[in-house]
């Protein structure tokens, strides 16, 4: 509706007064909008601010393994898969999570998707401590609560997200349901069980190191340690001061406890794979390694400089721009363009390409201020520093 002020103007009366000026509102009901792009434009910034405000639905969900505290953010749309992620030791979705799905080019696809976010056995904020004895659930006995989520909110399939031990938590819920999982994305993913001499590595750490600091070696890289960065300062005060501590130590030893996955090239992951690790990451290696495993065919994996432990923390920007390639190759978001910050700037991305395993050819990708390529075709490995 638009209101409209008319002034009207009267010349001096038949008794020669002073000239009159009366005001009327007439209201004008629209049938469309007079401005469709400046509405389109509200609506739009409405909708981000929405999504940016949005704390989320919070769900305790009953398992066959016990409670699972889960947040959803959206309206639960079940015609695509959902965003499922699955943080790390040390952290819960929040602290995981936040930065990442905030960052404000990635509202273009968190306006698309429904969000889930699992939080481990007692590992959500102010949680309550576990009794002493409490037999906390294996890496494979949190595997197999995630489908009591999905049927929960009645979806079909999910785009995996997970970080460290939520990397191999939802691996091996993906192993396990291959036809629920679209895609994954596995950061600092280590597949591999402890061997013998990480085992007495992590038995002299217990001895020489309190607990928080085990937790930050394995979150964060021996250089932010070192620096002592604000990132691992404001981590080492949350973890230390958390209310449910014990239960970050007892998931803390059940992933010390993982099996190893045995995944190679003839028993891998069905869906698309993209791999993500900071090029000095406690788990540079490990996902290294497990890139070597995996089908060439369907993965891609980013090396990402200056991103330390946590890339998602600490290169929002980069990992929402990999993401948006990664959702388009599996074929959602196809008219989306590049967003705004790789328009704004030049990236270079030294690509090797590898068909059957055996790398054929190297080259150079520039990403330039027209943007707008297309993601690597699926059928090549991509390695990607960045």
């Not at 389109?40 to 305790?60: F, M, N, V, W, Y």
């Not at 590049?338 to 054929?360: A, F, I, K, P, V």
């Amino acid at each position: 509706m638009v209101c409209l002020r008319i002034e009207s103007r009267h010349g001096p009366d038949v008794t020669g007064g002073a000239m009159t000026t009366e005001m009327q509102e007439i209201a004008i009901t629209e049938d469309k909008p007079l401005l469709t792009g400046q509405a389109d434009t509200a609506k739009e910034a409405e909708l981000a601010a929405r999504i940016l405000l949005d704390q989320g639905q919070e769900h305790s969900i009953e398992t066959p393994h016990g409670v699972l505290h889960v947040t959803l953010h959206g309206t639960g749309n079940t015609r695509r898969p959902a965003i499922l992620t699955f943080h790390d030791v040390g952290l819960d979705n929040k602290s995981c999570f936040s930065p990442l799905f905030k960052f404000e080019e990635m509202q273009e696809i968190v306006k698309n998707f429904t969000l889930v976010h699992i939080d481990a056995p007692g590992q959500e904020d102010a949680a309550a401590a576990y009794p002493t004895g409490y037999q906390y659930p294996s890496m494979e006995t949190i595997a197999e609560m995630i489908p009591a989520v999905l049927q929960f909110f009645n979806f079909r399939t999910v785009i995996g997200v997970g970080v460290g031990a939520g990397a191999y938590i939802l691996s091996k819920f993906t192993l396990a349901n291959q036809d629920s999982v679209e895609g994954l994305v596995l950061i600092n993913i280590d597949t591999n069980a402890r061997g013998w001499m990480d085992w007495a590595a992590q038995k002299l750490s217990s001895v020489t190191s309190s607990l928080t600091e085990q937790i930050l070696s394995h979150l964060f890289s021996q250089e932010e340690m070192s620096s002592n960065t604000d990132l691992v300062q404001s981590h080492r005060e949350r973890i230390s001061k958390a209310s449910n501590l014990t239960n970050i130590e007892l998931f803390w030893k059940s992933y010390n406890s993982r099996r190893d996955l045995n995944i190679d090239r003839n028993c891998t992951f069905k869906c698309p794979v993209m791999l993500v690790v900071g090029d000095q990451a406690p788990y540079e290696e490990a996902a290294v390694e497990c890139n070597s495993k995996l089908d060439p065919t369907t993965t891609s994996f980013l090396k990402m400089a200056d991103a330390g432990g946590l890339p998602q923390l600490t290169q929002p920007a980069k990992l929402t721009e990999a993401f948006k390639y990664f959702i388009q190759g599996m074929g959602y978001m196809a008219s989306s363009c590049m967003t705004r910050l790789s328009r704004s700037r030049t990236t270079s991305l030294s690509s090797s390409y590898s068909m059957d395993g055996s790398r054929s050819r190297s080259r150079t990708l520039s990403q330039g201020s027209q943007g707008g390529q297309m993601p690597p075709s699926p059928s090549q490995t991509m390695e990607v520093s960045c």
